[in-house]
C-alpha cells in the first residue's frame, strides 16, 4: 500500500492482485464443456437412459409390437426432433438453465419451474431402479446367481427354471414344483392335471424379483417396513450421483467417454446371444409385424409422444442446461440430428435384444410372446436375467450387464440433477462458489423422498410416481414450450440465432415445422391422451382412492406451478412502479411480460457482463480490504500531559509492504506535524494554532475510497 499527500492511498497494481481478480472472475463463471465431443456425448447419455432397454421396449411390447414403430417414427420426426432443436438451441444461445431462460417471456417463467417438478419426481424413481440395478449387480459375485433356481424358501410350487427342468424334459417328463413326473407311470388324469398347471408357470427370474428382491407386500397401503439392504442401495447410488457431479460438468464430461460408449458393446454381445436362443425369432417376428388395428388406438400414439420424450429428455429441464454450458459458436444443429437420430436407432437396437428374449421365454413356458412380461421395469429384472443365466460364466455377463444399466442411468440422473442445481446457482449467484453444497442439499434430500420406496410396497410407489409424474404432462409442457418459443418469440428469431451461432441459414421448412406442424401433432396428442387416459392398475385392480388422489397432484403440480406463477408475475409487475420514462397503460404493462427482459441476451454478452461485476466486485473489495487496513495500522492518538503522541504499528506497515514507517504527533506550540520518512505534512484538525489542548480520534490521512 503507497501513501500519497494529504493522507491518501492507492492500491499497487501486481501480478498477485491480477491473479486474485482472475481468480475472483474464475468463481463466478458458469463453466463450458471441454469440448463438443463431451456435449455431444453427454446429450447422448442423457437421452440415452434406461428408457432404452426397459421403457422402449415395454411400450413396445405393450402396445402391439412393431405397430409401435410406426407412431413412433412418425412422432419423432414432427415432435421429438424439433422439440429437442429447439430446448438446444435456446440454452446454447442464452447460456442459461431451464428456469432463467424464460427471462425471454417472463410470464411463462413457471413452466421452468414446472418442467423442474417433473424433473425432480423423475429423479426419484429413477434413482431407486438404480438401486435395484445396484443390489443384482451385488448379488453377481456368488457360486449360484440367486434368480437361477427355484430352490429358495420363497418360491412358489409354479416357479419355473430351465435349467433345472431340462433333465426332466428331455425324457418327456413333466417338471413341476421342483418335481419330475413320468407321465408313463401316471394316471391320465392326473397327467392333464399336471399339463394345465404348467400353462401358469412363473419364471424364477421373476419370482426373485418380487419375492425376492422386493419381497412385495399386497397393497401401497401395506408398507411392512423398510428393506434395509434396498436402503442401502438407494443410498449408495446417491453417494455415487454426488461424486459425479461434484465438479459439475467438468467430471461428469469425462465419464461419458466410458459411460456413453460401453452399452453398445454389451447390447451386443447380449443380441448375438439371444440371437442364438431357441424361439428368438418368435420374438423379433412379433416386434416387427405391425398391427395396423392398433394405429386406431389412442393410447398408441399417446405412448409413442410421452416415450419420445422420455427417450429425448425433452420437456424436463435437462436439455436446456447441458446446452447452456456450450460455447455460443458450437454447431447445435448437427448435435441435435446426431444425438436424435443416434437415441432412436438405440431404442430400435435395445428392442431385437429385448424381444429375442421374449421369444425364448415364450417359448420355454408354452405361452405366447404378449404374456410373457407384466410391467416395464420386470424386463430389466425379469427378462435379461433368465438370458443371462444361460450365457457361459453368467456371473460375469450378469455383472456386466447390471453395471452398464448403473452407468446408463447414471448419465440420465446426473443431468436431472444438474438442471436442479444449475437452476439453483443461477438464481442465487452467490451459491456458485458453493456448488458442492448444494449438490450434496439436493441429493440428501432426494434420498429422504425416496425412502418409500425402499418398503415393501416400495414398487408400488414407484410403478405410482413414474405412471402419473411423466407422460401427457410432458407433452403440454412440450406444448407451452413450442408455442411461446415459434409464436411469442418468433421462430424467426430462434432461425436468426442459429444462423449466429453457426454461421448457416436454416432451411424454411424448420418455420413451418416449429409454427404448425409440431403444435398440432402435440395438440392432437394431448387430447387423445385426455379423452383415453385409463387409471393406474395393479394386477387388474385399482390402487385405493388416496394413492389415485396422490397421483393426479403429481400430475397437476407442474401445471398449477405454471399457472400460479403466472399470476404472481403479473401482480408483481402491477405493484411496482413502471420504470418506463413512457406512460403506459395496464394493457400495454401486461403485454411487456410476454416480451424479453433486460437478462435477456447472447450468452456471450452476458458472460462479459457477469466479468465486469465479478471485477468491479473484487476492487471493491480489495479498496475495503485496504481501507480497514489502514485503519488498523494507525492507533488511536490521544492527549497526554500536554502532549500529543501517536503509535504506528510497524509490523502491521510490514505486512502492508512499508518496511520503516514512524508518525508521530506533538502538540507543542501548537503544531500537530505527522512525520512519514523524510517527508513532513501538516496534520488536519489535531491542534490548534493557539496551543489549546485537543482531543481526537482516527486522525489520519484521507482516505481514497
Same mark, same amino acid.
Given at each position: 500500500?503507497?501513501?500519497?499527500?494529504?493522507?491518501?492511498?492507492?492500491?499497487?497494481?501486481?501480478a498477485?492482485?491480477?491473479?486474485?481478480?482472475?481468480?475472483?472472475v474464475?468463481?463466478?463463471?458458469?463453466?463450458?464443456w471441454?469440448?463438443?465431443?463431451?456435449?455431444?456425448?453427454?446429450?447422448?447419455?442423457?437421452?440415452?437412459?434406461?428408457?432404452?432397454?426397459?421403457?422402449?421396449?415395454?411400450t413396445?411390447?405393450s402396445?402391439?409390437?412393431?405397430?409401435?414403430?410406426?407412431?413412433?417414427?412418425?412422432?419423432?420426426?414432427?415432435?421429438?426432433?424439433?422439440?429437442?432443436?429447439?430446448?438446444?438451441?435456446?440454452?446454447?444461445?442464452?447460456?442459461?438453465g431451464?428456469?432463467?431462460?424464460?427471462?425471454?417471456?417472463?410470464f411463462?417463467?413457471?413452466?421452468?419451474?414446472?418442467?423442474?417438478?417433473?424433473s425432480?419426481?423423475?429423479?426419484?424413481?429413477?434413482?431407486?431402479?438404480?438401486?435395484?440395478?445396484?443390489?443384482?449387480?451385488a448379488?453377481?459375485?456368488?457360486?449360484?446367481?440367486?434368480?437361477?433356481?427355484?430352490?429358495?424358501?420363497?418360491?412358489?410350487?409354479?416357479?419355473?427354471?430351465?435349467?433345472?427342468?431340462?433333465?426332466?424334459?428331455?425324457?418327456?417328463?413333466?417338471?413341476?414344483?421342483?418335481?419330475?413326473?413320468?407321465?408313463?407311470?401316471?394316471e391320465?388324469?392326473?397327467?392333464?392335471?399336471?399339463?394345465?398347471?404348467?400353462?401358469?408357470?412363473?419364471?424364477?427370474?421373476?419370482?426373485?424379483?418380487?419375492?425376492g428382491?422386493?419381497?412385495?407386500?399386497?397393497?401401497?397401503?401395506?408398507?411392512?417396513?423398510?428393506?434395509?439392504?434396498?436402503?442401502l442401495?438407494?443410498?449408495?447410488?446417491?453417494?455415487?450421483?454426488?461424486?459425479?457431479?461434484?465438479?459439475?460438468?467438468?467430471?461428469?464430461?469425462?465419464?461419458?467417454?466410458?459411460?456413453?460408449?460401453?452399452?453398445?458393446?454389451?447390447?451386443?454381445?447380449?443380441?448375438?446371444?439371444?440371437?442364438?436362443?431357441?424361439?428368438?425369432?418368435?420374438?423379433?417376428?412379433?416386434?416387427?409385424?405391425?398391427?395396423?388395428?392398433?394405429?386406431?388406438?389412442?393410447?398408441?400414439?399417446?405412448?409413442?409422444a410421452?416415450?419420445?420424450?422420455?427417450?429425448?429428455?425433452?420437456?424436463?429441464?435437462?436439455?436446456?442446461?447441458?446446452?447452456?454450458?456450450?460455447?455460443?459458436?458450437?454447431?447445435?444443429y448437427?448435435?441435435?440430428?446426431?444425438?436424435?437420430?443416434?437415441?432412436?436407432?438405440?431404442?430400435?437396437?435395445?428392442?431385437? *435384444? #429385448?424381444?429375442? @428374449?421374449?421369444? =425364448?421365454? %415364450? &417359448?420355454?413356458?408354452?405361452?405366447? +410372446? $404378449?404374456?410373457?412380461?407384466?410391467?416395464?421395469?420386470?424386463?430389466?429384472?425379469?427378462?435379461?436375467?433368465?438370458?443371462?443365466?444361460?450365457?457361459?460364466?453368467?456371473?460375469?455377463?450378469?455383472?456386466?450387464?447390471?453395471?452398464?444399466?448403473?452407468?446408463?442411468?447414471?448419465d440420465?440422473?446426473?443431468?436431472?440433477?444438474?438442471?436442479?442445481?444449475?437452476?439453483?446457482?443461477?438464481?442465487?449467484?452467490?451459491?456458485?462458489?458453493?456448488k458442492?453444497?448444494?449438490?450434496?442439499?439436493?441429493?440428501?434430500?432426494?434420498?429422504?423422498?425416496?425412502?418409500?420406496?425402499?418398503?415393501?410396497?416400495?414398487?408400488?410407489?414407484?410403478?405410482?410416481?413414474?405412471?402419473?409424474?411423466?407422460?401427457w404432462?410432458?407433452?403440454?409442457i412440450?406444448?407451452?414450450? *413450442? #408455442?411461446?418459443? @415459434?409464436?411469442? =418469440?418468433? %421462430? &424467426?428469431?430462434?432461425?436468426?440465432? +442459429? $444462423?449466429?451461432?453457426?454461421?448457416?441459414?436454416?432451411?424454411?421448412?424448420?418455420?413451418?415445422?416449429?409454427?404448425?406442424?409440431?403444435?398440432?401433432?402435440?395438440?392432437?396428442?394431448?387430447?387423445?391422451?385426455?379423452?383415453?387416459?385409463?387409471?393406474?392398475?395393479?394386477?387388474?385392480?385399482?390402487?385405493?382412492?388416496?394413492?389415485t388422489?396422490?397421483?393426479?397432484?403429481?400430475?397437476?403440480?407442474?401445471?398449477?406451478?405454471?399457472?400460479?406463477?403466472?399470476?404472481?408475475?403479473?401482480?408483481?409487475?402491477?405493484?411496482?412502479?413502471?420504470?418506463?420514462?413512457?406512460?403506459?397503460?395496464?394493457?400495454?404493462?401486461?403485454?411487456?411480460?410476454?416480451?424479453?427482459?433486460?437478462?435477456?441476451?447472447?450468452?456471450?454478452?452476458?458472460?462479459?457482463?457477469?466479468?465486469?461485476?465479478?471485477?468491479?466486485? =473484487?476492487?471493491s &473489495?480489495?479498496?475495503?480490504?485496504?481501507?480497514?487496513?489502514?485503519?488498523?495500522?494507525?492507533?488511536?492518538?490521544?492527549?497526554v500531559?500536554?502532549?500529543?503522541?501517536?503509535?504506528?504499528?510497524?509490523?502491521?506497515?510490514?505486512?502492508?509492504?512499508?518496511?520503516?514507517?514512524?508518525?508521530?504527533?506533538?502538540?507543542?506550540?501548537?503544531?500537530?506535524?505527522?512525520?512519514?520518512?523524510d517527508?513532513?505534512?501538516?496534520?488536519?484538525?489535531?491542534?490548534?494554532?493557539?496551543?489549546?489542548?485537543?482531543?481526537?480520534?482516527?486522525?489520519?490521512?484521507?482516505k481514497?475510497?
Amino acid at each position: 500500500m503507497k501513501f500519497r499527500k494529504k493522507g491518501k492511498f492507492e492500491p499497487e497494481t501486481t501480478a498477485a492482485a491480477t491473479g486474485d481478480a482472475e481468480t475472483s472472475v474464475k468463481k463466478s463463471d458458469r463453466g463450458q464443456w471441454g469440448n463438443q465431443a463431451e456435449f455431444i456425448l453427454s446429450c447422448l447419455g442423457y437421452a440415452m437412459g434406461l428408457g432404452n432397454v426397459w421403457k422402449f421396449p415395454y411400450t413396445c411390447f405393450s402396445n402391439g409390437g412393431g405397430a409401435y414403430l410406426i407412431p413412433y417414427v412418425i412422432v419423432l420426426t414432427f415432435i421429438g426432433i424439433p422439440t429437442f432443436f429447439l430446448e438446444l438451441i435456446m440454452g446454447q444461445y442464452s447460456g442459461k438453465g431451464a428456469v432463467q431462460v424464460w427471462c425471454l417471456a417472463p410470464f411463462f417463467k413457471g413452466v421452468g419451474m414446472g418442467s423442474l417438478l417433473i424433473s425432480g419426481m423423475i429423479n426419484i424413481f429413477y434413482t431407486m431402479l438404480l438401486a435395484y440395478c445396484l443390489y443384482y449387480f451385488a448379488m453377481c459375485f456368488q457360486k449360484n446367481l440367486p434368480w437361477d433356481t427355484c430352490q429358495h424358501s420363497y418360491n412358489t410350487p409354479a416357479c419355473f427354471n430351465q435349467r433345472e427342468a431340462k433333465p426332466c424334459h428331455d425324457v418327456e417328463g413333466i417338471w413341476y414344483n421342483n418335481t419330475c413326473y413320468n407321465t408313463t407311470t401316471l394316471e391320465p388324469e392326473r397327467t392333464e392335471e399336471l399339463k394345465n398347471l404348467t400353462q401358469n408357470l412363473v419364471a424364477s427370474s421373476q419370482e426373485y424379483f418380487v419375492r425376492g428382491v422386493l419381497e412385495q407386500s399386497d397393497g401401497i397401503d401395506q408398507p411392512n417396513g423398510i428393506k434395509m439392504e434396498l436402503a442401502l442401495c438407494l443410498l449408495g447410488m446417491w453417494i455415487l450421483c454426488f461424486f459425479c457431479i461434484l465438479k459439475g460438468i467438468e467430471s461428469s464430461g469425462k465419464i461419458v467417454y466410458f459411460t456413453t460408449t460401453f452399452p453398445y458393446v454389451v447390447l451386443t454381445i447380449l443380441l448375438i446371444r439371444g440371437a442364438l436362443l431357441d424361439g428368438s425369432l418368435i420374438g423379433i417376428k412379433f416386434y416387427l409385424t405391425p398391427d395396423w388395428k392398433r394405429l386406431g388406438d389412442a393410447k398408441v400414439w399417446g405412448d409413442a409422444a410421452g416415450q419420445i420424450f422420455f427417450a429425448l429428455s425433452v420437456g424436463a429441464g435437462g436439455l436446456l442446461t447441458y446446452s447452456s454450458y456450450s460455447p455460443f459458436y458450437s454447431n447445435i444443429y448437427r448435435t441435435a440430428l446426431f444425438v436424435a437420430i443416434a437415441n432412436a436407432c438405440t431404442d430400435w437396437y435395445a428392442g431385437f *435384444v #429385448v424381444f429375442s @428374449a421374449l421369444g =425364448y421365454m %415364450a &417359448k420355454s413356458q408354452n405361452t405366447q +410372446v $404378449k404374456d410373457v412380461a407384466t410391467s416395464g421395469s420386470g424386463l430389466a429384472f425379469v427378462v435379461y436375467p433368465q438370458v443371462l443365466a444361460t450365457l457361459p460364466v453368467p456371473q460375469l455377463w450378469s455383472a456386466m450387464f447390471f453395471f452398464m444399466l448403473i452407468l446408463l442411468g447414471l448419465d440420465s440422473l446426473n443431468a436431472g440433477v444438474e438442471a436442479l442445481i444449475t437452476s439453483t446457482v443461477d438464481k442465487w449467484t452467490l451459491l456458485r462458489p458453493y456448488k458442492t453444497l448444494v449438490a450434496l442439499g439436493w441429493c440428501i434430500l432426494f434420498y429422504l423422498l425416496g425412502l418409500p420406496m425402499c418398503t415393501r410396497a416400495g414398487f408400488y410407489w414407484l410403478d405410482l410416481v413414474s405412471y402419473y409424474s411423466s407422460g401427457w404432462t410432458l407433452v403440454i409442457i412440450g406444448i407451452i414450450e *413450442v #408455442v411461446v418459443f @415459434a409464436w411469442v =418469440y418468433g %421462430a &424467426k428469431k430462434v432461425m436468426a440465432h +442459429v $444462423k449466429e451461432m453457426t454461421g448457416n441459414r436454416l432451411y424454411p421448412h424448420w418455420w413451418f415445422v416449429w409454427t404448425f406442424i409440431t403444435p398440432l401433432f402435440l395438440l392432437a396428442v394431448l387430447i387423445f391422451n385426455l379423452v383415453y387416459f385409463k387409471p393406474l392398475l395393479w394386477n387388474k385392480v385399482e390402487p385405493p382412492t388416496w394413492a389415485t388422489a396422490l397421483g393426479w397432484c403429481m400430475t397437476l403440480a407442474p401445471l398449477a406451478i405454471i399457472i400460479i406463477v403466472g399470476i404472481y408475475v403479473t401482480i408483481r409487475t402491477y405493484m411496482k412502479p413502471d420504470p418506463s420514462p413512457v406512460k403506459r397503460n395496464c394493457g400495454q404493462r401486461f403485454a411487456q411480460l410476454f416480451k424479453p427482459n433486460s437478462d435477456w441476451m447472447p450468452a456471450y454478452e452476458a458472460k462479459e457482463l457477469e466479468e465486469k461485476v465479478a471485477r468491479a466486485a =473484487y476492487r471493491s &473489495k480489495s479498496e475495503q480490504d485496504e481501507t480497514q487496513s489502514q485503519d488498523d495500522a494507525i492507533s488511536t492518538i490521544t492527549r497526554v500531559n500536554g502532549k500529543i503522541d501517536g503509535e504506528y504499528d510497524e509490523d502491521k506497515a510490514r505486512q502492508n509492504g512499508n518496511a520503516s514507517v514512524r508518525l508521530e504527533a506533538k502538540g507543542e506550540n501548537g503544531h500537530a506535524v505527522a512525520g512519514y520518512g523524510d517527508n513532513h505534512y501538516q496534520h488536519n484538525g489535531i491542534a490548534s494554532s493557539t496551543g489549546n489542548p485537543v482531543s481526537y480520534e482516527n486522525s489520519a490521512y484521507e482516505k481514497d475510497l
